[in-house]
Each structure stands twice: as C-alpha cells, then as structure tokens.
C-alpha cells in the first residue's frame, strides 16, 4: 500500500467514525472531521479533483464553526438531545441560488485547472458546502443534501479511480438515510430565535 492509499483508508475509517458522531449529533464529531477533512484533502489534491480538496479545507473550517454551533445549542436543550433549527424559506432559496450560479462558475474554472471531472466535482463541492453549512446550523433537510452528494461523490471517486474514498462515500450515502430518519425521529427543535 503506498502512501496515498494509506492516506484513503486513514479518510475511510475516520470518515466512518465522523458520520457514526453525526448521527448521534456528538460534539466529537468536530474533532474527527478536522482528521478527515485533512486526509480527504490531501488525497483529491494528489489525484488533481482541485475542488474536492478544497473542500475539505472548508470542512475543517466548519469543523470549528460548527463545533461552537452546537455547544450553544446544546446548552439550550441538553447535550443528550438532537436538538433542530427550522430552515427559514429565504436560506433554502438563498442556497439554490448559491448552488446554481456556484456550479456554473466552478465547471468553467475547474475547465481551465484542468480539474479531472469538472462537472462532478463543482456540483458535489457547491452541494456538499450548502450540506455542511445546513448542518452546522442544524437543518434536519441537511441529511436530503448529504443523499444526493454523496452519491455524486460516490460517482466522482469511481472515475478518478479513488476506490477507497468511493466506498466511504458510500458509506456516507447510506448513512445520510439513516440520519435523516434519526434526526426527524429524536429531534427536539429549539426556539424560533434558533440556535
């Protein structure tokens, strides 16, 4: 196994362990996915998915925006609870309008980078970076977001011939499922002045 390898399988098993956190909606989650965001990154930076790497830069970003999102929620309705924010209608507009115009612009750069799979890759980071902002402010709709990128993300590592990041993606996929269905189940939703 050489090195890039060794860095995917690094991303798959903390991957692995990051979406098991985000189902339970644990804090430690963060943490995990400063790890995985890194691995993540250096391994589409290697295989020139220019986008995708860049990505999981934002990822780690998030990682502590969202981990100071959710101690404020968490102090709001206990740290034991999935704890919700209803999506105002103008985010979910603002972010079809991101994703649309986001996409559209990310294709043609990605052109000129040389990008691998422009297309694909412009449209899992546009989705993937609405999906982790929904989630850092708790959308139960993020887990909608998750389903569908990560199933184009499945599709992009299979082209780019990244087995092991295809088969967490994957694993993300399915995860999203079952997340969607925990969060909407367990999920106790905070005051309208959210979180």
Same mark, same amino acid.
């Given at each position: 196994?050489?090195?890039?390898?060794?860095?995917?399988?690094?991303?798959?098993?903390?991957?692995?362990?990051?979406? #098991?956190? /985000?189902?339970?909606? !644990?804090?430690?989650?963060?943490?995990?996915?400063?790890? $995985?965001?890194?691995?993540?990154?250096?391994?589409?930076?290697?295989?020139?998915?220019?986008?995708?790497?860049?990505?999981?830069?934002?990822?780690?970003?998030?990682?502590? #925006?969202?981990?100071?999102?959710?101690? !404020? +929620?968490?102090?709001? #309705?206990?740290? /034991?609870?999935?704890?919700?924010?209803?999506?105002?209608?103008?985010?979910?507009? &603002?972010?079809?309008?991101?994703?649309?115009?986001?996409? *559209?612009?990310?294709?043609?750069?990605?052109?000129?980078?040389?990008?691998?799979?422009?297309?694909?890759? +412009?449209? $899992?980071?546009?989705?993937?970076?609405?999906? $982790? &902002?929904? *989630?850092?402010?708790?959308?139960?709709?993020?887990?909608?977001?998750?389903?569908?990128?990560?199933?184009?993300?499945? +599709?992009?590592?299979?082209? $780019?011939?990244?087995?092991?990041?295809?088969?967490?993606?994957? #694993?993300?996929?399915?995860?999203?499922?079952?997340?969607?269905?925990? &969060?909407? !189940? /367990?999920?106790?939703?905070?005051?309208?002045?959210?979180?």
């Amino acid at each position: 196994m050489d090195f890039v390898q060794a860095v995917e399988v690094f991303a798959l098993v903390s991957g692995v362990a990051y979406v #098991v956190l /985000e189902i339970l909606q !644990k804090n430690a989650m963060w943490v995990v996915g400063i790890l $995985t965001g890194a691995a993540c990154a250096a391994s589409f930076a290697v295989t020139h998915v220019w986008a995708s790497s860049g990505l999981n830069v934002y990822y780690v970003v998030m990682s502590v #925006v969202g981990l100071v999102q959710w101690k !404020k +929620a968490g102090e709001k #309705v206990g740290s /034991e609870s999935i704890h919700l924010a209803v999506l105002p209608k103008s985010v979910a507009l &603002w972010s079809a309008a991101i994703m649309l115009i986001g996409s *559209l612009v990310m294709i043609q750069l990605l052109r000129l980078s040389a990008d691998a799979a422009p297309r694909l890759d +412009a449209i $899992t980071v546009m989705l993937s970076a609405i999906g $982790t &902002w929904w *989630l850092a402010q708790s959308y139960l709709q993020q887990w909608l977001i998750w389903i569908v990128a990560d199933l184009l993300s499945t +599709a992009l590592c299979i082209s $780019t011939g990244q087995y092991w990041m295809a088969l967490l993606y994957a #694993v993300y996929a399915g995860s999203a499922v079952y997340g969607y269905i925990h &969060w909407k !189940k /367990e999920g106790v939703y905070l005051s309208s002045d959210g979180i």
